[in-house]
T-cell receptor, first 115, second 111 residues
Framework: GNSVTQMEGPVTLSEEAFLTINCTYT??????LFWYVQYPGEGLQLLLK?????DKGSNKGFEATYRKETTSFHLEKGSVQVSDSAVYFC??????????????FGRGTSLIVHP | NAGVTQTPKFRILKIGQSMTLQCAQDMNHNYMYWYRQDPGMGLKLIYY???????DKGEVPNGYNVSRSTTEDFPLRLELAAPSQTSVYFC??????????FGPGTRLLVL
């Protein structure tokens, strides 16, 4: 079945540092890939997505490129802020047998940014 | 649009009690989902629905039931609460394979 593997956290950085959170996936076909962010006490919200190979998703200074050859979708940001402290989830969505779309989530990576 | 709404926000149950977690969306999404989130464990899919009248089990359906009589509503029923069901429950909706929209969550404590 499908799976998503994320680097374990917490990731602790100083403000303005460079961020990478690794995500690799296993899928049978051509899934859409997502990064969601969860701020403390809230539900998940979409950060960015990519729907086909070599697409780059971007939002709020975050970027991720859909790499089919390495089955990866790593999240990057050039300069993190304290307000970026949250839990980040990598996810994929692919058509299942029978035609339904069931998403698969990684376990989440906690990011802590210090001033 | 209100998006995805969930009630209650927090609830304490005694072992063996029952309750229904409510979820509603006003985006006319066909897909709706229930997840539970345990600390450090990510999200686990409990049940999902691809449209009114159609539901199916996810990864961890035992101890839960759902119904989908309308496009908007997708309640989750706990019949006999157990301590293992202490968790944060999230409802989400989407239009097929596209972005999921999550509710704010329900924190459930079973004592």
């Amino acid at each position: 079945g499908n799976s998503v593997t994320q680097m374990e956290g917490p990731v602790t950085l100083s403000e303005e540092a460079f961020l990478t959170i690794n995500c690799t996936y296993t899928a049978t076909g051509y899934p859409s890939l997502f990064w969601y962010v969860q701020y403390p006490g809230e539900g998940l919200q979409l950060l960015l997505k990519a729907t086909k190979a070599d697409d780059k998703g971007s939002n709020k200074g975050f970027e991720a490129t859909y790499r089919k050859e390495t089955t990866s979708f790593h999240l990057e940001k050039g300069s993190v802020q304290v307000s970026d402290s949250a839990v980040y989830f990598c996810a994929l969505s692919e058509t299942q047998a029978g035609g339904s779309y069931i998403p698969t989530f990684g376990r989440g990576t906690s990011l802590i940014v210090h001033p | 649009n209100a998006g995805v709404t969930q009630t209650p926000k927090f609830r304490i149950l005694k072992i063996g009690q029952s309750m229904t977690l409510q979820c509603a969306q006003d985006m006319n999404h066909n897909y709706m989902y229930w997840y539970r989130q345990d600390p450090g464990m990510g999200l686990k899919l409990i049940y999902y629905s691809v449209g009114a009248g159609i539901t199916d089990k996810g990864e961890v359906p035992n101890g839960y039931n759902v119904s989908r009589s309308t496009t908007e509503d997708f309640p989750l029923r706990l019949e006999l609460a157990a301590p293992s069901q202490t968790s944060v429950y999230f409802c989400a909706s989407s239009y097929s394979e596209e972005t999921q929209y999550f509710g704010p969550g329900t924190r459930l404590l079973v004592l």
